[in-house]
């Protein structure tokens, strides 16, 4: 029996050879400050909330004390950043406390980000300033409720220190969660130095811990690969349907395990603009929303490029098993968004007038620079007669002129459909949230900490993303899309 306020450790990962990390504690910080525990997901991973917002719990997240059992780790990687080949990354402000088994069984990372320099720090600092934390749980812990494969917040916590950026900011560490951190650059970190040992010890590694039933199949390592694919194509698909703009795909911030990880310079549209860009690093608008799917796609490649050697002995097979692995993607992310669209909007998917009907209400909300939450949210609303009018968002937002044509052709095609109205209605409501994490609103709390060191915004909107599908009119502010001095027009990565 674990009689611990915190889970027992058994740290795979620092089982793997010593060239896969180097060992590493925190650097404490000097007067450690709580900012949030969650508590529902320190049950799942079996830390007592309580304890975790002790004095003792409070060391702990803000990595002056390390639990028994806990190995603390800065993982090695390497990475293509918008396109360039970059050789040499790692855990530059984070270090891998260790992993805890969850109680479904689920094995887990916990992460300090913002803990202090490592050897993979190069000239940064190693730590993270309030505002990145902060924008990092709000986003993340949105992302789990609305059902998206992510990384998680566990806990947050200020440091006493100041972090000098473009400014003096006050620092934080977050507690990171996932499945685990291996990454498309920690593959092609081992394929670059022609290390093929670690390459295979990494892939059943990975395949042991993410895949097991690749492990029963003919070549583990292509069910493996077919399985990344398929859990980045449901992932990107699922992203397009929020509107949600990662804006930092580079091969280093994608895992294996298809989370999504890195919530640095991301964001999610208001308006609905398929060339949308908001990271004040993405010049070119590589990682515009438009582009998601196809940069998934060509970082994937990445991945099968580093394990070729290993598809097959024969270089030409292991080419062609590479090729068709990789050109699987394009229609399963394609099929995914497409179920994801029909959902949306009400649709059967079987009929051939949908994937028209999807097509021309993308264009209508460009054209018309409608909302992309609030636009799908109040057909939701439409989609019943009983409750269309005066009833869910109709305050906030109502179709122009330009949909009339578009709403009747929708109507006739849900009229000629034997499903109840408001069993569409509730299946509608679950596919399109009204509460996003909205960038003025991200800032507004961010700006609320930061400035008057008030949380109270901070909490109050993790509160309401926690409930994302329910409208309240009392909570309209937080449903409704920016004024146009509140626009945000570009987010930072916050480094
Ligand atoms: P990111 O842009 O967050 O994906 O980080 C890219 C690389 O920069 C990773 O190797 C990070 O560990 C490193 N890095 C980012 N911020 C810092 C920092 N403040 N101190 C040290 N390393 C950092
Ligand atoms: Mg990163």
């Known amino acids: 029996m674990n009689s611990n306020p915190f889970p027992s450790f058994d740290n795979s990962y620092a089982r793997l050879p010593e060239r896969f990390y180097t060992r590493q504690l925190p650097v404490p910080v000097p007067t450690p400050g709580l900012i949030r525990v969650n508590h529902s997901l320190a049950g799942y991973l079996g830390f007592s909330p309580g304890w975790l917002e002790s004095g003792k719990g409070l060391e702990f997240i803000a990595g002056n004390y390390i639990p028994e059992g806990a190995e603390p780790v800065a993982a090695v990687y390497a990475g293509h950043q918008f396109g360039g080949w970059n050789p040499q990354l790692g855990d530059g402000r984070a270090i891998l406390l260790g992993e805890v088994i969850a109680g479904d069984g689920v094995r887990h990372d916990i992460q300090l980000k913002g803990s202090g320099r490592t050897l993979y720090s190069r000239g940064g600092d190693g730590r993270a300033p309030l505002g990145p934390v902060l924008r990092e749980y709000i986003v993340s812990e949105a992302m789990a409720v609305l059902g998206v494969p992510t990384t998680r917040s566990l806990a947050a916590a200020t440091t006493g220190e100041h972090v000098i950026r473009e400014g003096r900011l006050p620092g934080a560490v977050l507690t990171r969660v996932a499945q685990s951190h291996i990454r498309i ?21 990975v395949i042991q811990r993410h895949y097991p039933e690749a492990a029963q199949a003919d070549n583990p390592l292509r069910a493996m690969l077919d399985g990344v694919v398929a859990r980045q194509a449901n992932l990107v698909a699922q992203w397009q349907l929020l509107g949600f703009i990662h804006g930092v795909m580079n091969t280093d911030n994608m895992l294996l395990s298809g989370e999504t990880i890195d919530y640095g310079p991301c964001a999610f549209m208001d308006e609905y603009d398929p060339d949308t860009v908001f990271s004040s690093i993405d010049r070119g608008g590589r990682y515009a929303y438009r582009n998601q799917p196809q940069i998934a796609h060509w970082n994937l490649a990445r991945l099968v490029q580093a394990l070729l050697p290993m598809l097959d002995e024969e270089e030409e097979k292991a080419l062609a098993s590479g090729q068709a692995i990789i050109d ?17 909007l009400g649709l059967s998917g079987d009929d051939t007038e949908d994937s028209a009907l999807s097509q021309e209400f993308l264009n209508l909300m460009q054209q018309e620079k409608t909302d992309f939450t609030l636009g799908f949210r109040r057909l939701s609303d439409l989609v019943n007669p009983n409750t269309a009018f005066g009833g869910g968002v109709g305050s906030l937002f109502e179709f122009t002129e330009a949909y009339t044509p578009w709403l009747e052709r929708w109507r006739d095609n849900l009229a000629s459909k034997p499903v109840e109205a408001s069993t569409r209605q509730a299946e509608m409501y679950l596919a399109n949230p009204v509460f996003i994490p909205r960038n003025h609103l991200v800032e507004e709390a961010i700006e609320a900490a930061e400035t008057r060191q ?3 915004p901070f909490h109050e909107l993790v509160g309401i993303l926690a409930q994302p599908f329910e409208f309240k009119n009392a909570l309209a502010r937080y449903a409704t899309p920016p004024r146009p001095e509140q626009v945000v027009r570009q987010t930072f990565c916050g480094t």
């Open 185 to 205: 650059g920690t593959f092609e970190f081992f394929a670059s130095r022609q290390d093929q040992e670690a390459l295979r010890i990494l892939a059943d590694h």
């Open 454 to 456: 008030d949380f109270k």
């Open 328 to 344: 699987a993607f394009p229609e399963l992310v394609q099929a995914a968004y497409r179920a994801g669209i029909f959902r949306k």
